[in-house]
T-cell receptor
Framework: GIQVEQSPPDLILQEGANSTLRCNFS?????LQWFHQNPWGQLINLFYIPSGTKQNGRLSATTVATERYSLLYISSSQTTDSGVYFC????????????FGQGTELSVKP | DAGVIQSPRHEVTEMGQEVTLRCKPI?????LFWYRQTMMRGLELLIY????????DSGMPEDRFSAKMPNASFSTLKIQPSEPRDSAVYFCASRPPGQGNEQFFGPGTRLTVL
C-alpha cells in the first residue's frame, strides 16, 4: 500500500496567503524530513522533524508521530516559495533509507 | 562545510555508452545514499552504503547499474551500457552516524541518454 501520501498534489496561492501541506505515513518513523525542490531542481532541507513542532521564519512544521502525519505551514507566501514540497520518511524497520511522497506542487502568484 | 558534492552536474550521452556519476559526502558522515528522480516514479532509493559497505541495493534497477564506495569520501554510480530510460536526475545524499538522523542532499546530476 501507499507508504507516504502528500496532499494536496497541487496548490495555487496568491502572494501573502497562508497554506498547510499534509503528509500521512503508514508506519512508525525514526526520521521525517520536509524538502523544497526549487525551480533549478535542488532539494533544500526545510525541517528534520520526526516528532514535535519547529519553526523557521515563515515556515513551521508539526509531526504527530502517534497519529502518523506531519503538517508544513507556510505563512505570508512569496513567489519564491513556488516549487515542489516533498515529505520523506524513514521507517524503523527499513534501515534508514528515505521514502518520498509524490510532492505538493505550489505556485504562488504575484 | 562544502556540503555533498556531485559531478558532473549535467551529462548528455548516447545510448550504449558508459556513464559514471561521482559523489563526495560531507566529512564525518558515514552513510551515503544514491536516489533517482523521474517523472513517472518520483524520488526513489537506488542503493545505500554504511561505513563504505553496501547495505541495501534493492532499488538498483538491473545489472547495468553498479555502485562503489572505495573510501569514506568518495562514491561512484556507473551505468553500462546506458539506455534512454535511464534519463533522470541522480541525487547523492549523506548522513551522520545514527539511523534516524537527517540526510543532506547534493545538487544532483541530470543525465540525458539519447
Amino acid at each position: 500500500g501507499i507508504q507516504v501520501e502528500q496532499s494536496p498534489p497541487d496548490l495555487i496561492l496568491q502572494e501573502g496567503a497562508n497554506s498547510t501541506l499534509r503528509c500521512n505515513f503508514s508506519d512508525s518513523v525514526n526520521n521525517l524530513q520536509w524538502f523544497h525542490q526549487n525551480p533549478w531542481g535542488q532539494l533544500i532541507n526545510l525541517f528534520y522533524i520526526p516528532s514535535g513542532t519547529k519553526q523557521n521564519g515563515r515556515l513551521s512544521a508539526t509531526t504527530v508521530a502517534t497519529e502518523r502525519y506531519s503538517l508544513l505551514y507556510i505563512s505570508s507566501s512569496q513567489t519564491t516559495d513556488s516549487g515542489v514540497y516533498f515529505c520523506a520518511v524513514s521507517f524503523w524497520n527499513q534501515g534508514g533509507k528515505l521514502i518520498f511522497g509524490q510532492g505538493t506542487e505550489l505556485s504562488v502568484k504575484p | 562545510d562544502a556540503g555533498v558534492i556531485q559531478s558532473p552536474r549535467h551529462e548528455v550521452t548516447e545510448m550504449g555508452q558508459e556513464v559514471t556519476l561521482r559523489c563526495k559526502p560531507i566529512s564525518g558522515h558515514n552513510s551515503l545514499f544514491w536516489y533517482r528522480q523521474t517523472m513517472m516514479r518520483g524520488l526513489e532509493l537506488l542503493i545505500y552504503f554504511n561505513n563504505n559497505v553496501p547495505i541495501d541495493d534493492s532499488g538498483m534497477p538491473e545489472d547495468r547499474f553498479s555502485a562503489k564506495m572505495p573510501n569514506a569520501s568518495f562514491s561512484t554510480l556507473k551505468i553500462q551500457p546506458s539506455e534512454p530510460r535511464d534519463s533522470a536526475v541522480y541525487f547523492c545524499a549523506s548522513r551522520p552516524p545514527g539511523q534516524g538522523n537527517e540526510q543532506f542532499f547534493g545538487p544532483g546530476t541530470r543525465l540525458t541518454v539519447l
